[in-house]
């Protein structure tokens, strides 16, 4: 795996340190009774701990309802220290949303464009494709190879592709058994945390100066997108304090949606 070099923004040392400290001394939380026996338990309790991942205001995590967009902003904001909002925010973002700080958080660091309309769609479940991209943006990833060896390459989204290449190289992602990747599918909150946990162990290693992740980090990717539980319909809880989603369904598979478009995420 090539080691991450580039950030959008680098969290300080003294962040790091701290987030460690936390991580060390803070006693493992009682998983969440939606959780316990789950195949994405462990990293979901590796992010939790790390006060990445929060769950619901009954302590649940939903882990096989589809993410939304802004639940999904929200968790990489937390994840990676971007906490700058900008002067501004997407037009269908209003103020007294849960999420309105996130999303202009995010626009301000980048990783969120909005659709050909500038709109964010926070309510929206957020697809695979789109999951790659803003990972790949954070953490500055460009592809080595031209082939992602996915066999069903042929439907990524132009917009995708590199993106796609670049984090299944670095081992973030690695696809289904059957060997497909299913870039327009709504991606879980499980398999969000997972790939997350798995960066996150990567960058762990990468400030101790360690050659290998904690044992429980990175489940299978066979586990995490191919085994899971059937999504529930309907939109997650707001991880991070807010208010149900229940605004948005999965099974749409995000075709269409205006950002599918040139402009991606």
């Known amino acids: 795996m090539r080691k991450i070099t580039k950030l959008l923004r680098r969290p300080s040392a003294l962040a790091i340190a701290c987030c460690l400290l936390v991580a060390t001394l803070a006693p493992i939380a009682a998983l969440a009774e939606d959780i316990s026996g789950h195949w994405a338990a462990a990293d979901i ?44 925010n997407f037009p269908d973002v209003g103020p007294g949303e849960w999420y309105y700080d ?62 796609i290449i670049a984090m299944t190289e670095n081992g973030f992602i690695k696809g289904y058994p059957d060997n497909t990747f299913g870039p327009s599918s709504d991606i879980t909150r499980a398999e969000a945390f997972t790939i997350l946990a798995r960066i996150i162990a ?36 707001a991880d991070g304090g807010g208010t149900a989603d229940n605004g948005g369904g999965g099974g749409g598979g995000g075709s269409h949606r205006a950002e599918n478009s040139h402009k991606g995420p």
């Open 45 to 88: 309790a590796f992010l939790t701990e790390r006060a990445i991942v929060r769950g619901d205001g009954n302590g649940n995590i939903n882990p096989d309802i589809d993410i939304t967009r802004a639940e999904f902003v929200a968790i990489v904001n937390r994840a990676f220290g971007f906490d700058e909002t900008g002067d501004g």
């Open 202 to 237: 990567e960058r762990e290693m990468e400030t101790r100066g360690e050659e290998e992740a904690p044992a429980d980090v990175g489940t299978p990717e066979e586990e995490e997108e191919g085994t899971s539980p059937t999504p529930t319909p309907g939109g997650g809880t």
């Open 102 to 163: 996130d999303m202009s958080i995010a626009k301000k660091a980048g990783f969120i464009l909005g659709d050909g309309d500038g709109n964010a769609n926070p309510a929206m479940p957020i697809i695979r494709a789109e999951v790659a991209v803003i990972f790949a943006r954070v953490l500055g990833l460009e592809p080595v190879s031209g082939a992602s060896g996915f066999d069903d390459s042929g439907s990524f989204p132009d917009w995708s592709v590199d993106a």
